[in-house]
């Protein structure tokens, strides 16, 4: 992509004679230093400017992509970190939405984006990934961003190295936003919406969930608001036998960037090996960490879906006629973080809201149907209020799926209402 189509790099060297360094307010030496490496200021989608940071903590790893780049980073975010596909995870984006500086309301507040996605298509242009990122046939141009900005909110989102990436890594990044943000504006508190598997990194900052490395929290939130996060956690890959796999699996036609609960599967008579895919790590691939993390267990509250092909063997693991996996049991095992975090809880200071879509109608995925869910996540899930000291409002939106909850007028409606 051309430069001029895409933005223009304001060169650090003409701001600075070096790369800017800052050591974050209440994280002074355990956080290190976070450095600002790039400044965009022409940005697509209505941002305002873009700045790629670097944590330069040891902790912070190169995580592993998918082989076939269907994880690598895309759009303009490619520009922003430097046209590298597979950005180290210790570097994030900070967009800043128009009156970042000026708006009339005291509390700035950070955007937090999910699983498979960026803060573009997220927060300020949902139809940029058509219909399957926006969650309906027609999308809208604008999203939260638009309309948290116009109302006279300081808006900003980050942005994350790897789409898919630990979350223990990037939680640790939003405590960066947050205190970059602080610094900035002179203010004490940030309010943070968090949606889908944003929820994980964002609700793990507040609880103080960090790896031996980490910085714990800086008591530095206001509110958190919770758009159809996993707070129960998840379990729908595992549910419905090879149905999630259709959209993923190369040899079936797949070219979705999620990961699946089987490391065998036949397709159109030959059976083929990916062990890129898996939830558990095999054979030396792990390139969805974030997403082993949120899983938990529904099959004594829900059942299992028995109409599709293999959906015991996908469950619980072993040979079925045509696939082979671990199961979710091992999976959770390797990794999942929804207990620990419930455990951990949110501090009682920080005010919590929870907010869950209604309809299982998403487009171009196989929709959760076992029980009231949003096509993704269950309700109970989204709701689900194990370890919150401060529940300070719960809603569902019942005309809203999973990819819809960045832009319809609904949660824009409750979020406000919310944040006041």
């Not at 992509?1 to 060169?11: A, E, N, T």
């Not at 005291?106 to 997220?122: I, Q």
């Amino acid at each position: 992509m051309s430069l001029s189509r895409w933005g223009r790099v304001v060169p650090v060297a003409a701001l600075l004679a070096s790369v800017l360094s800052f050591v974050l307010p209440g994280q002074a030496g355990a956080a290190g230093s976070v450095n600002l490496e790039a400044t965009y200021s022409s940005v697509a989608n209505g941002w305002a400017k873009v700045e790629r940071y670097i944590d330069t903590r040891t902790g912070f790893t190169q995580e592993n992509y998918p082989p076939d780049g269907r994880g690598d980073q895309d759009g303009q975010r490619l520009t922003f970190f430097n046209n590298v596909k597979q950005p180290f995870s210790g570097r994030f984006l900070l967009y800043s939405a128009p009156g970042w500086n000026t708006g009339s309301k005291a509390t700035p507040v950070l955007l937090v984006h999910g699983a498979n996605d960026n803060p573009d298509r997220a927060w300020a242009n949902p139809g940029e990934g058509g219909g399957f990122g926006c969650g309906a046939v027609s999308c809208p141009s604008t999203g939260l961003m638009q309309y948290l900005s116009t109302r006279g909110y300081k808006v900003f989102a980050i942005g994350f190295a790897h789409k898919e990436g630990d979350n223990f890594m990037q939680a640790q990044e939003v405590g960066d936003a947050v205190a970059l943000i602080k610094a900035r504006l002179g203010v004490s508190k940030v309010d943070l919406v968090s949606w889908s598997k944003g929820e994980m990194s964002a609700r793990m900052y507040v609880s103080s969930v960090k790896p031996s490395w980490g910085s714990a929290y800086a008591g530095d939130v206001r509110k958190l608001i919770t758009l159809g996060g996993p707070n129960g956690g998840y379990d729908y890959p595992f549910a419905h036998g090879w149905a999630h796999d259709l959209s993923v699996w190369p040899e079936c036609g797949g070219v979705v960037n999620s990961p699946l609960p089987h490391t065998y599967m036949t397709c159109y008579g030959t059976y083929t090996y990916h062990p890129e895919f898996s939830f558990v790590p095999t054979g030396g691939y792990d390139a969805y960490p974030g997403q082993r993390q949120m899983l938990a267990r529904f099959d004594g509250t829900y059942g299992i879906d028995q109409s599709q092909q293999d959906w015991y063997t996908t469950y619980y693991g072993g040979q079925g006629f045509y696939t082979k996996g671990p199961g979710i049991q091992a999976a959770i095992n390797a990794g999942s973080l929804i207990s620990t975090i419930q455990q951990a809880g949110v501090p009682a200071a920080v005010q919590t809201y929870l907010l869950a879509g209604g309809t299982p109608s998403v487009v171009g995925i196989y929709n959760e149907n076992r029980g009231p869910s949003d096509g993704v996540v269950f309700i109970s899930s989204a709701l689900d209020t194990t370890g919150v000291s401060t529940v300070a409002g719960t809603a569902t939106v019942v005309s809203a799926n999973h990819l819809q909850l960045g832009w319809h007028s609904g949660v824009e409606s409750q979020v406000v209402s919310w944040l006041g």
